[in-house]
């Protein structure tokens, strides 16, 4: 996930791109910690009884099955700008020729 976001940005912004990631992927994790065990009914009281945390466990994989698909059907949908589709839209019309988003010349 990290090759693919900073890849998807121009390098002046590597470093931005570098923290949003970071901060999103501590997010999924504290995520996953905190909240996916007290949807799933996993606390202190099934921790004795085996069918009851079986149960929950099983839950618990579920919901991250759910995040997992979700997730992905995000990536999915939306496309990044690959390095090669940076072209500026119209930019060919100008007399100087084609350019970038950065405003440098391809060509």
């Not at 009281?45 to 698909?69: K, Q, S, T």
């Not at 589709?85 to 060509?107: F, H, M, N, S």
């Amino acid at each position: 996930m990290t090759t693919s976001a900073l890849s998807a940005v121009p390098a002046r912004h590597a470093g931005l791109a570098s923290g949003v990631d970071n901060a999103t992927t501590r997010s999924a994790s504290l995520l996953a910690i905190a909240a996916v065990p007290v949807v799933a009914g996993l606390d202190a009281a099934v921790l004795d009884d085996r069918p009851a945390f079986d149960a929950a466990y099983g839950l618990a994989l579920l919901v991250c099955a759910a995040l997992v698909a979700a997730a992905l059907a995000a990536v999915t949908v939306t496309k990044p700008v690959c390095p090669d589709e940076r072209l500026v839209p119209g930019a060919a019309t100008e007399p100087d020729g084609i350019r970038d988003r950065e405003g440098d010349a391809v060509v």
